[in-house]
């Protein structure tokens, strides 16, 4: 079963270094972010096989699906798919719900194309909380 959220996001493609890196920019919209938080969970509970993020000029997909599955990314006409582990983007996704702001502008997550090529999986929130000072920084980290 799959699971489509219209109008959730813009999708943004760049290819640098001759095809080896590829960066695939996802800005969620404030509007789709429960339902998306709702479709991860869905999916790390294997209740759903698919997840599909509908681009806001509703002509391209992003379909997320289980890591499990062989291929980690796959660029069709209109379509990137790609297999991840859902828990990855869970928490993140989750206190922005909570909160009405993610505590990060955005989660990257690294996805092998081909043996040689990568592409970097961008995630970005539509509202996000004020940054953490450089004091704060250094006492959550001891340092």
């Not at 789709?32 to 997909?61: H, M, N, P, T, Y």
């Not at 006409?77 to 928490?91: F, N, Q």
């Not at 940054?131 to 959550?140: A, G, K, L, T």
Request: net charge negative.
């Amino acid at each position: 079963m799959n699971w489509r959220i219209e109008k959730a996001c813009a999708i943004a493609v760049d290819v640098y270094d001759r095809g080896k890196m590829t960066s695939v920019m996802v800005s969620l919209t404030a509007h789709a972010l429960d339902r998306f938080a709702i479709g991860l969970c869905l999916l790390e509970q294997r209740l759903i096989d698919s997840l599909d993020l509908v681009d806001v000029k509703g002509k391209d997909v992003l379909r997320m699906q289980n890591s499990q599955d062989e291929v980690p990314v796959q660029f069709l006409p209109g379509k990137i798919i790609v297999a991840l582990d859902p828990v990855r983007l869970l928490y993140f996704t989750l206190c922005a719900v909570r909160d009405g702001m993610a505590p990060v502008d955005h989660r990257d997550l690294e996805l092998t194309h081909h043996p040689h090529d990568r592409v970097d999986l961008c995630v970005k929130y539509p509202v996000v909380g004020p940054p953490v000072p450089p004091e704060e920084v250094r006492r959550r980290l001891g340092l």
